[in-house]
């Protein structure tokens, strides 16, 4: 809860802030009505509505108390110690190790899924180089963070869209996650670097982790286990290098004409099996 209410907000009001992509994404969100049995989200896309949010709102949230944050600065300690002189790019994968060893070390006496919540949110703000004191300015006095590249199947962008989309799913919805990544896509097939469907395919499959991370205490440590016993980048992306990618606002009406038609539904229906098929959700 604490997250949803504290920690989020920072994390998305830092984002919106700083990344083009993600801004351009959340000025799609209009209202989100939650019921007993559904959460329904509204988009418009509107240049600018951004430009209206009063900045110090998230930032004056209240912190976090001295659990939680004992358990974000775990992470971030393992995670500073693992990267240490690291040069050359670290895969996802391997990266996630030594991470998720520790959240199956410390579940053992304490709750598996807040473990995989920290361990997602602090690897996700690591790998997008966010200063974790701009969130918790207790953060100011711990090591510093190392600089490094993370890849996920040789691509950076990859690994990115993978964990962000991951730590949105532990923290928030599902459904939230999925419609800021395929907001960010048709925005770059507007006026950026064009649709994607391999980051689709890299949001969705952070999405399911992040999903899978959470659904339950069992689940959460097969995740765990499954990630300690070490696992290749080709276990966490489906295959990608067969989709169409750069795709421009144009290439994109004429191929598949919007993201409801037949052509579409289908690609997606591929990579939704490709997931289905990873060696981490089974």
């Known amino acids: 809860v604490f997250l949803t209410t504290k920690i989020f907000p920072k994390l998305m009001q830092w984002l919106i802030s700083t990344i083009p992509e993600i801004q351009l994404a959340f000025s799609a969100l209009q209202q989100v009505k939650v019921s007993s049995s559904a ?3 509204v988009y418009r896309w509107q240049g600018g509505l951004f430009d209206k949010v009063n900045k110090t709102l998230a930032m004056n949230l209240p912190l976090v108390n001295k659990q939680e944050l004992s358990r974000f600065y775990r992470y971030h ?16 994968s391997q990266l996630l190790i030594p991470v998720m060893r520790l959240a199956s070390e410390q579940s053992g006496k304490g709750n598996a899924i807040e473990e995989n919540r920290a361990a997602i949110l602090i690897t996700s703000l690591h790998i997008l180089g966010i200063s974790l004191k701009t969130l918790f300015p207790e953060a100011a006095d711990w090591p510093k963070q190392q600089k490094y590249r993370v890849t996920l199947d040789g691509r950076e962008d990859f690994a990115k869209h993978f964990m962000l989309s991951a730590a949105i799913t532990a923290y928030a919805d599902t459904r939230l996650s999925d419609a800021i990544g395929l907001y960010k896509e048709i925005e770059d097939a507007r006026s950026g670097s064009g ?9 969705r499959a952070g999405t399911q982790f992040g999903e899978k991370a959470i659904e339950n205490r069992m689940s959460a440590l097969k995740i765990q286990e499954k990630l300690s016993s070490g696992l290749d980048d080709g276990d966490l992306m489906p295959a990608w290098s067969d989709l169409p990618e750069f795709l421009s606002e144009d290439a994109f009406k004429d191929r598949f004409g919007a993201v409801n038609t037949p052509s579409y539904l289908q690609l997606m229906d591929k990579i939704e099996q490709r997931i289905a098929n990873l060696v981490i959700f089974h």
């Open 39 to 41: 959460i329904d989200i």
């Open 195 to 203: 649709f994607s469907f391999n980051d689709i395919a890299a949001d």
């Open 77 to 92: 300690l393992i995670l500073t110690s693992y990267t240490l002189r690291k040069n050359e790019p670290i895969p996802l």
